[in-house]
């Protein structure tokens, strides 16, 4: 009698775990929506640093050509690069929208962070532009679908970028990208255009911000000295680069690098991560 009692008592207690289990599973379980647009990507990911090179050409040339069609004043294709949701929010029109991205002459892009899955990935970047001549930062969050290769834009600011950079911005349960004829994403890794953007990078950190410029030389010998010994930098583009030789290491790769009235060397670890001399 003793035993059954026990028995009793024991299948009482696999029959509430089971029960439970199956609850936890029922509640747990994510529907999908066969009838859902398959541009909606979804994100869980926490936001990290982005270190691909790729990557930051794909964005790069995003940046590069809203600036471009700026530029150009052709207002359907600002328009077209820019999140649909956005443009609604703001208020953004055939008006207004050159107003975003005017007058930039230049740009470099310097910090990326990421929230990420198979298919697509929201990054919060920060540039440095040149305007009117001056240099001042740029915030903005660029939405990639990597399945159709297709891109949208949008402005922040320095506060939401800082909480994508410390891991605190309110992760995006998914986005949706506008498919056009102007969001297509198509980048070339090609080797010249990355040392022009890191070339380019120093050039304007040497014109408006020396002590920065003076932080990533590879050979520092003293602030002073290196204002009074460095040679003027002068803005090239990809074309002036003649020549440049690849060195893979451990950590990261070195490149001696011609163009037609410089030679560089290029010491770069990740993705804007890099370290220059100059003669």
Same mark, same amino acid.
């Not at 949706?176 to 297509?184: G, V």
């Not at 040392?195 to 010998?221: F, G, P, Q, S, V």
């Given at each position: 009698?003793?035993?059954?009692?026990?028995?009793?008592?024991?299948?009482?207690?696999?029959?509430?775990?089971?029960?439970?289990?199956?609850?936890?599973?029922?509640?747990?379980?994510?529907?999908?929506?066969?009838?859902?647009?398959?541009?909606?990507?979804?994100? &869980?990911?926490?936001?990290?640093? *982005?270190?691909?090179? @790729?990557i930051y050409g794909i964005i790069y040339d995003g940046i590069k050509k809203i600036i471009n069609y700026t530029n150009e004043k052709t207002i359907d294709?600002?328009?077209?690069?820019?999140?649909?949701?956005?443009?609604?929010?703001?208020?953004?029109?055939?008006?207004?929208?050159?107003?975003?991205?005017?007058?930039?002459?230049?740009?470099?892009?310097?910090?990326?962070?990421?929230?990420?899955?198979?298919?697509?990935?929201?990054? @919060?970047?920060r540039s440095i532009v040149e305007k009117n001549n001056k240099l001042s930062n740029i915030f903005l969050i660029i939405n990639l679908n990597y399945d159709?290769?297709?891109?949208?834009?949008?402005?922040?600011?320095?506060?939401?970028?800082?909480?994508?950079?410390?891991?605190?911005?309110?992760?995006?349960?998914?986005?949706?990208?506008?498919?056009?004829?102007?969001?297509?994403?198509?980048?070339?890794?090609?080797?010249? *255009?990355?040392?022009?953007?890191?070339? &380019?990078?120093?050039?304007?950190?040497?014109?408006?911000?020396?002590?920065?410029?003076?932080?990533?030389?590879?050979?520092?010998?003293?602030?002073?000295?290196?204002?009074?010994?460095?040679?003027?930098?002068?803005?090239?583009?990809?074309?002036?680069?003649?020549?440049?030789?690849?060195?893979?290491?451990?950590d990261n790769i070195t490149y001696d690098v011609k163009t037609i009235n410089r030679t560089y060397e290029i010491v770069i670890s990740s993705a804007m991560?890099?370290?220059?001399?100059?003669?």
């Open positions: 009698m003793k035993n059954k009692k026990v028995n009793f008592i024991l299948v009482f207690i696999l029959i509430i775990l089971l029960i439970g289990n199956i609850y936890y599973m029922f509640n747990n379980i994510e529907y999908s929506n066969d009838n859902e647009d398959d541009k909606i990507l979804k994100f &869980n990911d926490n936001y990290k640093k *982005e270190t691909d090179e @790729y294709g600002v328009l077209s690069l820019l999140d649909d949701e956005y443009v609604r929010e703001e208020n953004i029109n055939e008006e207004n929208v050159l107003s975003l991205f005017d007058k930039i002459t230049d740009f470099s892009l310097q910090e990326v962070y990421k929230s990420q899955n198979e298919t697509g990935g929201i990054y @919060y970047t159709d290769e297709t891109y949208e834009i949008k402005v922040t600011d320095n506060d939401n970028f800082e909480k994508a950079k410390k891991n605190r911005q309110e992760k995006i349960k998914k986005i949706s990208i506008s498919n056009n004829s102007y969001n297509k994403y198509s980048y070339n890794y090609d080797t010249g *255009e990355i040392l022009y953007r890191y070339i &380019n990078d120093y050039y304007l950190k040497y014109k408006y911000l020396k002590k920065e410029a003076y932080e990533l030389m590879i050979n520092k010998k003293g602030y002073d000295n290196y204002i009074k010994v460095t040679p003027n930098v002068e803005k090239i583009e990809v074309t002036d680069i003649i020549s440049f030789n690849e060195k893979i290491n451990d991560d890099y370290k220059i001399n100059v003669e």
